[in-house]
């Protein structure tokens, strides 16, 4: 496969000062390779694209399987230091989305979703490096989206595929369509954090106006998301913001 690293490359060096591509027909999972390269001191800007990942992870302790070719899979690598770090991953689907194609929607926290179906997921890490006193933080910010049709056994959603939408776009031309405007996201959320990014969010918001359940069985209906990235939820005892990762919302049908 023929990835387009150079242009990669080119459009996001001169936003990010070191920054490399690498791409590797095969490592256990992006995320994890530069989350072990981040705890060892290598805290460069780098994006990593996989051909295939052995153990592809994905949010809560679930894998995140594609065959060879079936999805784009990468991790982009960099010093982050935003003053508030909520709605991080919503600004991310956010930029995601806007870069792939106007029917792409976002599914609160970070699923990217095609009219209900997921399209790609998202997963976000943090590692500290630096001496003690004056530490650092390094994001790895994992990304997959499906390209082709894939084996939905075992997912909790149908998938959707990115060649529904961009028939001729292939893992390396969507890389190119997402990667300068991610870069110029986390920029911009580390400068301004969630705030500039939430209207951008409710206006492409699965859930909106929709009546959900939460894991812990709560019922109510979206109102979108606040201004640091809560997922606001109208139920019977008031409006209540869902912030924990580990409150997952789905749909009722
Ligand atoms: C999710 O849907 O829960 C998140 C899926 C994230 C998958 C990507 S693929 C590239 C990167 N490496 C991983 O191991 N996971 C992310």
Redesign the pocket.
């Known amino acids: 496969m023929k990835w387009p690293a150079e242009a990669v490359w080119e459009a996001v060096v001169p936003l990010l000062p070191g920054f490399t591509v690498e791409v590797l027909p095969q490592v256990d999972?992006?995320?994890?390779e530069l989350m072990r390269r981040a705890r060892a001191g290598q805290a460069e800007p780098v994006l990593l694209v996989?051909e295939q990942?052995t153990?592809?992870?994905?949010?809560?302790g679930?894998t995140?399987h594609a065959q060879p070719g079936d999805?784009l899979?990468?991790?982009l690598g960099l010093p982050l230091a935003p003053a508030d770090w909520s709605g991080l991953s919503l600004a991310v689907g956010v930029s995601l989305a806007e870069s792939l194609h106007p029917a792409v929607q976002l599914k609160w926290p970070n699923?990217l979703w095609l009219q209900d179906r997921?399209l790609g997921?998202?997963?976000i890490e943090t590692a500290s490096f630096g001496q003690s006193g004056q530490e650092q933080r390094y994001a790895v910010v994992?990304?997959?989206i499906n390209l082709a049709a894939r084996d939905a056994a075992g997912l909790s959603t149908p998938p959707a595929w990115l060649a529904e939408l961009l028939p001729q776009c292939d893992a390396g031309q969507a890389l190119l369509r997402v990667a300068p405007g991610l870069v110029q996201a986390l920029l911009a959320f580390q400068e301004s954090g969630f705030a500039p990014f939430q209207v951008r969010f409710n206006a492409r918001d699965a859930l909106r106006d929709r009546p959900v359940v939460l894991s812990d069985g709560t019922a109510g209906t979206a109102h979108g998301a606040s201004e640091s990235g809560a997922l606001l939820v109208h139920t019977p005892g008031g409006m209540k913001p869902i912030t924990s990762s580990e409150v997952s919302v789905r749909p009722r049908r």
């Open positions: 999972s992006t995320n994890s996989a990942q153990a592809g992870r994905g949010r809560m679930r995140w999805a899979m990468f991790s699923d997921k997921g998202i997963l994992g990304v997959g």
